[in-house]
């Protein structure tokens, strides 16, 4: 058993406090010590006084990409198309496609819900993207 002085490692503790623990216990917090000492170290060397994980804006700014007006606009087609391929498809189709595509439903869980079989929905929504894909072709031509 080793004996650590709480007011060491908690800094709400305002006076000493000494605490006998198991030895297992102090070897992990004086290993935990030792690497929060060279994680320090390493960012006053590398000057890395942030991190992108701060909230602060950094990792917005830094993974944004402002899309042009031309972009933006092929987007809203795109999905324009998108939406009208789906409603060109049948009632039950267009429902699969939506709950497992939009909603992110595994196939399974959409079966579930509907009291059918897994393979039903499965072929329902390969049946589904072919016909969306011939309605889009179209759509081009």
Same mark, same amino acid.
């Given at each position: 058993?080793t004996i =650590?002085?709480l007011?060491?490692?908690?800094p709400?503790y305002? !006076?000493?406090?000494?605490?006998? =623990?198991?030895?297992?216990?102090?070897a %992990? $917090?004086? /290993?935990?010590d030792?690497?929060? %000492? %060279?994680?320090?170290l390493?960012?006053?060397?590398?000057?890395?006084?942030?991190s992108?994980?701060?909230?602060?804006?950094? /990792?917005h700014e830094?993974?944004?990409? !402002?899309?042009?007006p031309?972009?933006l606009?092929?987007?809203? &087609?795109? $999905?324009? /198309?998108?939406h009208? %391929?789906?409603?060109?498809?049948?009632d039950?189709?267009? #429902?699969r &496609?939506? +709950?497992h595509?939009?909603?992110?439903?595994s196939?399974t869980?959409? +079966?579930?819900?509907?009291?059918? !079989?897994? $393979?039903a929905?499965?072929?329902s929504i390969?049946?589904?993207?072919?016909?969306m894909? #011939?309605f889009?072709?179209?759509?081009?031509?």
């Amino acid at each position: 058993m080793t004996i =650590i002085n709480l007011k060491d490692f908690y800094p709400f503790y305002t !006076s000493d406090c000494f605490m006998e =623990i198991p030895d297992e216990v102090a070897a %992990a $917090m004086a /290993e935990f010590d030792r690497k929060e %000492a %060279a994680y320090r170290l390493r960012t006053y060397r590398h000057k890395a006084y942030y991190s992108l994980d701060r909230n602060d804006g950094i /990792e917005h700014e830094a993974l944004f990409v !402002s899309l042009s007006p031309h972009e933006l606009y092929e987007r809203k &087609v795109s $999905m324009q /198309e998108l939406h009208a %391929a789906i409603f060109s498809l049948p009632d039950k189709q267009a #429902k699969r &496609v939506y +709950a497992h595509f939009i909603l992110g439903m595994s196939q399974t869980d959409i +079966a579930k819900a509907e009291g059918v !079989s897994k $393979m039903a929905v499965c072929y329902s929504i390969e049946r589904a993207l072919k016909s969306m894909e #011939k309605f889009l072709k179209n759509s081009l031509d």
